[in-house]
């Protein structure tokens, strides 16, 4: 992972992370069924999906800057691309803002991780603006591959947003 490049001896770094989200909000549609690269699940009347994205990282310093490659949901299910940047703070905070880059979806936001001491991966939260002007949040990890990030999304659920500093 990219992620503290420069900051920290690691193993060469890779292009791209998988950055996974998730995110509850009242439901707004009769499908309950997995769809392209997300799960919905119903939750006390309320609706989580996952989203799993391909994302380009490039580092300059102390800051990230994020494109997705991949959508992770299709547009139908809320799915969309975006960019923003991460500034790593003190070797183990990132923070930062993103926003959509597709077409007319106004979605935007901030995040906030933080890095494995050993950079495996990057377990964080989201709050944002949704397209129907909704303030929603939602977990948020970030790793080397696809199933790495989605591990890290389960163990926040799990655990209701607590990091594990360890190794695992």
């Not at 992972?1 to 439901?27: D, H, K, L, N």
């Not at 995040?111 to 909704?134: A, E, I, K, S, T």
């Not at 949040?137 to 790793?143: D, N, Q, R």
């Amino acid at each position: 992972m990219q992620c503290a490049r420069g900051q920290v001896e690691r193993p060469s770094p890779r292009p791209s992370a998988y950055r996974s989200t998730s995110w509850q909000g009242r439901r707004r549609t009769a499908s309950t069924s997995p769809g392209t690269g997300g799960l919905l699940a119903d939750l006390q009347k309320r609706t989580e999906k996952i989203a799993t994205q391909e994302v380009e990282i490039k580092q300059e310093a102390n800051t990230l800057h994020l494109n997705t490659l991949t959508r992770g949901l299709a547009v139908e299910e809320g799915g969309y691309h975006w960019s923003g940047e991460l500034r790593l703070w003190d070797n183990e905070i990132l923070m930062g803002w993103y926003a959509s880059n597709d077409g007319s979806i106004r979605s935007k936001g901030t995040m906030y991780f933080v890095l494995h001491p050993h950079g495996l991966n990057m377990p964080g939260r989201w709050v944002g603006l949704g397209y129907d002007d909704q303030i929603m949040t939602g977990f948020a990890s970030m790793a080397h591959s696809r199933e790495e990030s989605e591990e890290a999304m389960a163990r926040l659920i799990h655990s209701g947003g607590e990091v594990t500093r360890a190794d695992e």
